[in-house]
């Protein structure tokens, strides 16, 4: 019989509390006898072996995780050999395709769950299966606030989608699909079999969408194995990649090697400059920010600017660039660009991960295998490719992802020799997803290529948890005219399959009274990217009136909740600026160490 590494016998793991506590006989037997009736033994459980966790985020309501299901197997073969007993448990799904009324409503509630399961059952150390946009953060920032070991397995992307010999990326293609409906290029069913080209096999989505991202920056923070993100989900690699988890996570819970140990600071600021060499969601400084926000590290959208602004585009993957997943993973994966972001001296290589090796370590040596995929430093797709941060009237900050800002953009906003990072327009505002999807076509709204759209109403408590839907199309009279984008401003969120040139995550919205709430269809607003500003062109007074006819009307008005959960999370939910967390759950930190074992 395998016996648990002797460190993790000296020192007492927490699951001894539950089985093994001569002091609490009679609570002892009683957790012993029912983690017993399906089949694990006494003398098991009373072996000093660790409890390790899979924590399963897999099911049929959530596609994009379900092969977990699949690997969790190798996992446990993993924890098994390596002298562990697995507990697989279900994490409350979340499907960012098929959740109504969005996805973004269910990672606190994830978060909430988890957090209440690592904490109260025998647990020793867990495997988190992470994939699809908001499992990723919701596992990682309950792992931060419990803080006992962790190691995250992501479910990997799907195949390539292809369609008439052409890469058809999952989530892209339907933006770009909808146009060729709009034009009436293409009908219904024509449209729906072109979108469907993108999804060929289980995994998520093979764009560099916020899954691809937050997979990618959970491998640059250290909480996965190296080059672990890319694999495809149906390669064979991506099983043997679990077995490798499964082991590996035992003797994390050996050494006691703590989330709190891997997520440092100098590993947040590795994962913001990685995310601007893959071109990374505009998602991923809500999720970065919420889960050192629970970890208890310094981190604000400020930091986004400073350290990951100037990177430039090394992955060219869509929407930014052209291929996908599969292309990915064979040019070399996260590993590949750590390597080249190294060279450069832009990374922290000291930074602690999983393995128990540092980043450096870990991808140093790394090649690039596919230069057109993965490009060298010395020759980026793009040179500054980060987030800017704009501040203004309109909002205290709201993101642009400057990867996506296209020739045709440049060329019709940003092309005065005068201001060539600045431009204005008047703008026509709508009120949450409905409103925008009900008028956009309107030509009562005199919608022309200098128009600004605005989306409001779409922020954390307006719709809640915020909505991807900032990136609206125009149009179709402009679309018919060539016109494939309009800059979008909101203080919702957007898909990170998006490739629209949209100012986001508008903080505070306008449900939490932002400057966005006073706005007027008709207004004109002015961005100047340059100086990184963002205001509407309305005096003082004028804005003073406004406010206090919003104020005597009580508030931005949005819809009622729905659900339970919908009010509980509008109550206490903060601002996509500071990660959109349950502010009253960010003081309960380090659970299994400041409270310890219950
Ligand atoms: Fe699940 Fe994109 S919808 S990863
Ligand atoms: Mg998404």
Redesign the pocket.
């Given at each position: 019989m395998t016996t648990a590494p002797s460190s993790a016998e000296a020192r007492k793991l927490r699951s001894r509390a539950w089985f093994d506590d001569p002091a609490n006989a009679d609570m002892t037997a009683l957790y012993l006898e029912r983690y017993m009736n399906f089949g694990l033994g006494l003398e098991e459980l009373q072996s000093g072996k660790p409890i390790i966790g899979i924590a399963q985020t897999g099911s049929d309501l959530s596609p994009?995780n379900r092969h977990h299901i699949v690997l969790a197997e190798r996992v446990r073969e993993g924890i098994r050999e390596a002298g562990g007993i697995a507990i697989e448990f279900p994490v409350h799904p979340i499907?960012?395709?098929g959740k109504r009324p969005t996805a973004g409503l269910d990672r606190n509630l994830a978060y909430l769950g988890l957090v209440e399961l690592l904490f109260g059952y025998p647990i020793d150390g867990t495997v988190l299966t992470i994939?699809?946009?908001k499992t990723t953060p919701a596992c990682l920032m309950a792992a931060a606030t419990v803080n006992i070991p962790a190691i995250a397995l992501s479910v990997g992307p799907m195949l390539n989608g292809w369609h008439k010999g052409e890469r058809t990326g999952?989530?892209t293609i339907v933006w770009k699909a909808r146009e060729l409906l709009a034009a009436g290029e293409i009908d219904y069913k024509g449209f729906i079999k072109l979108v469907a080209s993108s999804a060929p096999s289980t995994g998520?989505?093979n764009t560099m969408?916020?899954?691809t991202t937050m997979n990618s920056l959970t491998e640059a923070l250290g909480m996965s194995l190296p080059g672990s993100a890319a694999i495809p989900a149906p390669y064979r690699d991506r099983q043997e990649c679990a077995y490798l988890t499964g082991k590996q996570i035992v003797e994390m819970v050996a050494v006691d090697r703590k989330p709190s140990d891997v997520m440092t600071r100098a590993a947040f600021l590795n994962a913001i400059r990685v995310n601007s060499a893959i071109g990374g969601s505009t998602n991923a400084p809500i999720h970065l920010n919420a889960i050192a926000r629970h970890m208890g590290v310094e981190l604000t959208i400020d930091d986004w600017e400073a350290h990951g602004r100037d990177v430039p585009l090394l992955v060219n993957l869509q929407p930014a660039g052209e291929y996908l997943g599969e292309d990915y993973y064979r040019a070399g994966g996260v590993p590949a660009v750590l390597s080249e972001l190294i060279g450069q001296g832009l990374i922290d290589e000291s930074a602690l991960t999983a393995n128990g090796r540092t980043i450096g370590d870990n991808c140093r040596d790394a090649a690039i295998e596919d230069e057109r995929v993965i490009r060298r430093f010395a020759d980026p797709i793009l040179p500054a490719a980060g987030l800017s941060v704009l501040r203004g009237n309109l909002f205290t900050s709201a993101i642009m992802k400057l990867s996506v800002i296209t020739p045709e953009f440049r060329e019709r906003y940003l092309s005065d020799p005068a201001d060539p990072d600045a431009f204005e327009g008047p703008v026509v505002v709508f009120d949450g997803p409905e409103d925008y999807h009900a008028r956009i076509d309107d030509p009562a709204l005199g919608i022309d290529e200098r128009t600004l759209l605005i989306m409001r109403g779409a922020g954390p408590i307006g719709y809640p948890g915020a909505a991807e839907v900032v990136n609206m199309r125009p149009p179709v009279n402009l679309i018919k005219a060539g016109v494939h984008a309009l800059p979008c401003i909101g203080d919702g969120r957007q898909s990170g399959?998006s490739g629209s040139p949209s100012i986001l995550n508008a903080s505070p919205e306008a449900a939490a009274g932002g400057g966005l709430a006073l706005l007027r269809t008709g207004d004109r607003v002015r961005i100047d990217l340059g100086k990184g500003e963002a205001n509407m062109l309305v005096d003082d007074a004028e804005l003073a009136e406004r406010r206090a006819a919003l104020e005597a009307a009580g508030g931005y008005a949005y819809p009622a909740s729905q659900t339970p959960w919908q009010e509980i999370q509008r109550d206490t939910i903060g601002q996509a600026e500071t990660g959109a967390v349950l502010e009253g759950a960010v003081k309960y930190r380090k659970l299994a160490q400041t409270v310890g074992v219950p």
């Open positions: 994009c499907q960012e395709t994939g699809c946009d999952s989530g998520f989505c969408g916020t899954a399959t």
